[in-house]
């Protein structure tokens, strides 16, 4: 900006990483998906379970991640696929009464963990995570996780989807843990 209006930019400040607050999505679109997200709490248990993969997607292709719709491989299904810098990522999406324990996140681990070795998944679950539950799944995954608050604080402040999961992967690349809520990372 300093540039536009015929200054120089410090040495120091060129190249230098925009915040997460600076890259926004586009106003109308952002609104839009929030009205999205906050309808799908209207619906039954599982309608809502796959209306929520269905907006994930929206959310992806939004933010021009090429996302994919689930799919079914033998003996599982995966309920979504998504390109972050070059990275695939897996996707994992529940909307469910209580947190998510460490269980369902050892069980998508696994099937990350079963596909090539480079395989990284995006565990989005509505309701949250439990504390116990992170602790006992432990560190060093390759798994990241969202919660609804996440997403709602995202589309809220029109921040990029791509900036925010790339924050998180940071974080957890630095400090093991897969999940660090949005606000933390602001």
């Known amino acids: 900006m300093i540039e536009r209006l015929g200054g120089k930019v410090p040495e120091k400040q060129k190249g230098k990483p925009k915040s997460i607050r600076e890259n926004k999505i586009n106003e109308e ?10 309808k799908l709490r209207t619906l039954d248990p599982h ?32 309920d979504g696929s998504f390109q972050l810098v070059g ?9 469910q009464n209580n947190p998510v324990d460490a269980s369902d996140l050892r069980s998508f ?5 079963d596909k090539a070795s480079w ?30 608050f996440d997403l709602s604080e995202m589309l809220q402040n029109r921040l990029s989807l791509n900036d925010v999961l790339s924050k998180k ?4 690349a630095e400090t093991g ?10």
């Open 29 to 38: 679109i952002a609104n839009d998906l929030l009205k999205k997200l906050l």
């Open 119 to 148: 395989s990284r998944g995006l565990f989005v679950s509505y309701s949250g995570f439990s504390e116990d539950g992170l602790i006992a799944y432990g560190k060093g995954k390759s798994v990241i996780c969202m919660d609804g």
């Open 47 to 78: 309608p809502r379970g796959y209306a929520f993969e269905k907006f994930l997607k929206l959310l992806f292709d939004a933010n021009g991640m090429a996302g994919r719709a689930s799919y079914r491989l033998i003996g599982e299904q995966i």
């Open 177 to 186: 843990q897969p999940f660090v809520r949005l606000r933390d990372l602001l």
């Open 87 to 95: 990275e695939i990522y897996l996707l994992e999406a529940k909307w």
């Open 109 to 113: 681990n696994a099937k990350v963990e």
């Open 169 to 172: 992967v940071r974080r957890a």
